[in-house]
């Protein structure tokens, strides 16, 4: 590929060859045939509109609070920008939905699975995916930095004077819950406070409502064999306000007996008792940029995949407070 690219010789698709020449760019060549990045297509010759892919069309309707400001920064930079969205769900069939002459390029938005994301890569067609990275397509991708948010809380909770912390969430989730897992636990291998025999987690299955049950057994144990923690990082603020019930439940006073911080900053966080020290996921503005991603990738079809990565506020709020001393 890269001799015929080189030589201009047929065979080589465009998307190969503004690749191919880039890199050579990249390595110092230089008498090239032909520069990197001419005669890409731009949106007014593609189409006149973007798909975007709900992979579960039950939890990213508008009823939610995370999904739905996702869709709107989405709906509303696509309006901005002059260009039109067609909102389609997992169970549709993309070659059945779509008008693929008029298609400028597909923001996902969540999970796919590994069926659709080969159904995709027919339509060679630049891609964005939102809050989710797949290694089976090539693909920019748009995060919160929950890696570094993560970390911020639980540094916060260290220097509180919390020595005995819990991350409570599902690792096998999604990437987002992974990655604020790894946060937590680089927060604890920094200050010495990470157990490798716990490794300081309650894991649950979030997607079955039978994980409170099985946390609220966890606390009965736990507080038997008197091996409760100080402070609960959860994985979102969903997690944090069915913790906080749980707790209630047992009678354990919030923050005097327990700390307790979550993720997203839901706009039920700020009224739950106590009230949620979370980090703010600018939920509008990671749509509105998986749209200013796609416009730049349509005319720049030659640079590689790119994640950005979105930094995150902590708000600390009345569900944190120094421990109890022992």
């Not at 096998?172 to 291998?189: A, I, P, Q």
């Not at 609960?232 to 005097?256: G, M, Q, S, T």
Request: net charge neutral; aromatic share 12%.
């Amino acid at each position: 590929m890269v001799s015929k690219t080189l030589n201009r010789k047929p065979g080589v698709n465009k998307r190969t060859r503004e690749k191919v020449i880039f890199t050579a760019k990249q390595l110092g060549y230089s008498n090239l045939p032909y520069t990197a990045g001419e005669n890409i297509e731009t949106n007014e010759n593609k189409g006149d509109f973007i798909a975007v892919l709900l992979a579960n069309f039950r939890y990213q309707s508008k009823h939610s609070n995370y999904w739905s400001e996702i869709i709107d920064g989405i709906t509303e930079e696509a309006k901005r920008r002059g260009t039109g969205i067609v909102i389609i769900s997992e169970s549709n069939s993309l070659t059945n939905v779509l008008n693929v002459s008029k298609l400028m390029g597909i923001i996902i938005v969540g999970y796919i699975s590994p069926e659709l994301c080969m159904e995709i890569k027919q339509f060679n067609t630049p891609i964005v995916l939102v809050d989710h990275e797949e290694p089976l397509l090539e693909a920019d991708s748009i995060f919160m930095d929950n890696f570094d948010g993560l970390l911020k809380i639980t540094n916060y909770l260290i220097a509180m004077g919390h020595n005995k912390l819990i991350f409570v969430g599902d690792l096998n989730y999604s990437k987002s819950f992974y990655d604020r897992w790894l946060g937590f636990r680089t927060s604890l291998e920094k200050a010495n406070l990470y157990n490798s025999k716990s490794q300081n987690i309650f894991t649950l299955n979030y997607t079955s409502a039978g994980w409170i049950e099985e946390f609220d057994h966890w606390i009965e144990s736990a507080k038997e064999k008197n091996k409760l923690p100080s402070a609960f990082v959860c994985a979102n603020d969903n997690i944090a306000h069915n913790i906080i019930d749980v707790l209630k439940r047992h009678n354990f006073k919030l923050p005097e007996d327990f700390s307790i911080t979550g993720y997203d900053n839901l706009d039920s966080s700020s009224y739950v008792v106590p009230s949620l020290t979370t980090c703010q996921v600018f939920k509008k503005f990671l749509g509105k940029r998986a749209v200013s991603k796609m416009f730049w990738r349509i005319k720049h079809q030659e640079y590689y995949p790119e994640k950005v990565l979105i930094n995150g506020e902590i708000i600390i709020r009345d569900s944190v407070a120094p421990p109890n001393p022992e």
